[in-house]
């Protein structure tokens, strides 16, 4: 079974990113999706609220799991069996952190293969940083995220 991760932080999860899952799946049996729990951000959504809302999303995807982790991302993928990270890339100013990511994910873990994907046309303006600073100034996030992330954000900012 060849087993991939793709991590990140999903502060919220986007359209964009179950794009990139939704491919993944095509090239591996499994995809685990790793919530990051230390991400040197301040987050908008607690860890649990993040790891919750990604499996309500994932829930008709059966070779998608969801679970937190800390620590080194090479050693989450290890314990988990992965063989390869997926890392999703909107635009050329993606890549450079991307590219120096994955060179030094491969220096301390020479056996996992780093995979990119483009993300579709229609979702690549789209970062969770964005849909944050949209949805707390009332702005429409429709159809940019999922209908229970987009419920999530209005309740968190106060508009339902």
């Known amino acids: 079974m060849r087993v991939a991760?793709?991590?990140g932080t999903f502060d919220p999860i986007t359209n964009g990113h179950l794009d990139i899952i939704r491919r993944a799946i095509g090239i591996f049996d499994r995809v685990i999706v790793g919530v990051a729990a230390d991400n040197y951000k301040e987050t908008l959504f607690s860890l649990e609220e993040r790891v919750k809302l990604i499996k309500a999303v994932t829930r008709d995807w059966p070779a998608v799991t969801v679970k937190a982790f800390s620590g080194l991302l090479v050693d989450f993928a290890?314990?988990?069996?992965?063989?390869a990270i997926v890392r999703g890339l909107r635009a050329v100013s993606d890549f450079e952190?991307?590219?120096q990511m994955s060179i030094?994910?491969?220096k301390l873990a020479g056996d996992l293969e780093t995979v990119f994907l483009m993300t579709a046309t229609e979702y690549s303006f789209i970062s969770s940083s964005i849909i944050r600073q949209a949805a707390s100034l009332g702005g429409c996030i429709r159809g940019l995220v999922p209908?229970?992330?987009e419920r999530a954000l209005l309740?968190?900012?106060g508009f339902l």
Do not use: D
């Open 155 to 157: 309740q968190r900012y």
């Open 97 to 99: 952190y991307e590219f």
């Open 78 to 83: 290890h314990q988990e069996g992965a063989v």
């Open 147 to 149: 209908p229970e992330v």
């Open 104 to 106: 030094m994910n491969k």
């Open 5 to 7: 991760v793709y991590p």
